[in-house]
């Protein structure tokens, strides 16, 4: 594998980034966006598992290194654009979300408002321990 | 429907902006991504069709316009961050992508490279015209 080739067909955005979805391969269901730089994206292919870039931490954030809530690569796919990256995945523990969830999108628009319609599987503070 | 909540619970960009997640509903295929501003976002709430912000033309891009290759909303979620949106959508004509795919996720990750390993449907000059 030339990795090089692969990272320079990506369209990275400004900050070197691409959003990067995970899709849980059996069910379908889309369970998380987060982003991912070059090094992020190399390390996914060649570990195996969802590794992000967390924008917010500024650090690589591979994906259940605290949950154990680890997403294991099956497939990775680009979009025509080269700029966005899709993967399916399996999900570890059966949860994806940090508010522990199965996937982070719970809310969905029902009667003008943004409604939880999914239940929490797993408290935050058993997830990533009490301190 | 109080649409000034509904989108100011949105954790837009720096550049008013939120990536957008059209899923076809009853297969779970991710059929494409795209970005959504505050319009594009109470558009596509209030039509029941996807309406995206094309950063490119820099206007309101109603999916389908030119194609007839529109997405029925079906149901819309947002993420625990509130900064992607996730639309459950039929897709008019079993084409997402302008390339004449049925979604723009094509190229699959195999030996090294990106391949490409969905069929086109239907030819870009037909979709679109020949001028």
């Known amino acids: 594998m030339n990795d ?5 067909a990506i369209q990275w955005n400004a900050d070197g980034l691409v959003p990067a979805i995970a899709q849980e391969h059996d069910t379908g269901k889309v369970l998380m966006v987060a982003w991912m730089n070059r090094e992020a994206l190399a390390l996914t292919i060649s570990e195996g598992r969802a590794i992000y870039w967390s924008r917010s931490r ?20 680009i979009d025509c654009d080269a700029d966005v990256v899709l993967m399916q995945v399996e999900q570890i523990g059966g949860i994806a ?7 982070c999108f719970y ?3 029902e009667n003008g408002r943004w409604e ?3 239940p929490v599987l797993k ?5 990533y321990g009490r301190g």
Do not use: F, M, P, Y
């Open 123 to 127: 408290d935050a503070s058993e997830i």
């Open 107 to 109: 809310r969905r628009l």
């Open 58 to 77: 500024r650090k690589l954030w591979r994906k259940g290194e605290e949950s154990g809530h680890v997403q294991t690569l099956r497939e990775i796919r």
């Open 97 to 103: 979300c940090h508010t522990g969830r199965h996937n």
């Open 4 to 8: 090089s080739e692969i990272l320079d």
């Open 116 to 118: 939880e319609v999914e």
